[in-house]
């Protein structure tokens, strides 16, 4: 939960890394999150005629920049510009070639600072 805690602390900040564990933390709770939220939404009734729910929106209002941050700081963690996140507007293509570049090992250091002291070998 720390890891979620700590993107949410940098609501939007895009300069400097976050390490593939940083990234992958968050998105696990954050699917974690989502997923209750739902539960939740369908229990009270509260689903609207597209399949969204009252609590979804707001949450998923809530992490939008948050995740954008982190996906353009890990962008940076493995040397990329953070302008390769509009990769993801390409349909199907563009997430998955997205998905697997937030795969890749951190980058030594590089311009866009030092390399984060986490144990990179842990996925």
């Not at 997923?35 to 929106?57: N, P």
């Not at 992490?63 to 493995?78: G, K, M, N, T, Y």
């Not at 040397?79 to 697997?100: F, N």
Request: glycine share 10%; proline share 4%.
């Amino acid at each position: 939960m720390d890891w979620y805690l700590q993107v949410i602390k940098k609501y939007t900040v895009f300069s400097g890394r976050a390490s593939r564990e940083e990234f992958w933390y968050f998105m696990l709770i954050n699917i974690l999150i989502s997923i209750a939220v739902g539960f939740v939404d369908g229990f009270m009734g509260w689903r609207y005629a597209s399949g969204a729910g009252f609590l979804g929106g707001l949450y998923s209002l809530f992490i939008f920049l948050p995740s954008l941050a982190v996906s353009v700081r890990r962008l940076h963690d493995i040397g990329r510009c953070g302008w390769w996140v509009l990769i993801m507007l390409v349909p199907l293509l563009g997430w998955i070639i997205l998905l697997v570049m937030m795969a890749f090992p951190s980058k030594p250091n590089n311009e866009y600072g030092p390399q984060n002291n986490h144990d990179e070998t842990a996925f």
